[in-house]
Nanobody, 120 residues
Framework: QVQLVESGGGLVQAGGSLRLSCAASGRTFSNYVMGWFRRPPGKEREYVARINLSGTIYADSVKGRFTISRDNAKNTVYLQMNSLKSEDTAVYYC???????????????WGQGTQVTVSS
């Protein structure tokens, strides 16, 4: 069982930066693929980024602006978001799974989400 708690969301102006954190419980954190997803207002949940032993993969919409990283000693995954745009406004969720990938079905555990609002 893994419990995930996101933090770091908030209101930021376009062009600004935020860093999201996701703290995970459990002793097997390093075994999991960790992902970030988001749900923009009125839209479906969408993939943002994921990190595993092979490296990182980003959605085209955030490539070059967002960076996902993890600290296995702290059981924490991060999402550094730079050059934020109004279209980045969404509830951001972290997720953990043994399969991972860009589909939500690859993740078993989900956080409660944190709101990111980018004002233009």
């Amino acid at each position: 069982q893994v419990q995930l708690v996101e933090s770091g969301g908030g209101l930021v102006q376009a062009g600004g930066s935020l860093r999201l954190s996701c703290a995970a419980s459990g002793r097997t954190f390093s075994n999991y693929v960790m992902g970030w997803f988001r749900r923009p207002p009125g839209k479906e949940r969408e993939y943002v980024a994921r990190i595993n032993l092979s490296g990182t993969i980003y959605a085209d919409s955030v490539k070059g602006r967002f960076t996902i990283s993890r600290d296995n000693a702290k059981n924490t995954v991060y999402l550094q978001m730079n050059s934020l745009k109004s279209e980045d406004t969404a509830v951001y969720y972290c997720a953990a799974g043994l399969v991972g990938g860009i589909g939500a079905q690859g993740y078993t555990y989900w956080g409660q989400g944190t709101q990111v609002t980018v004002s233009s």
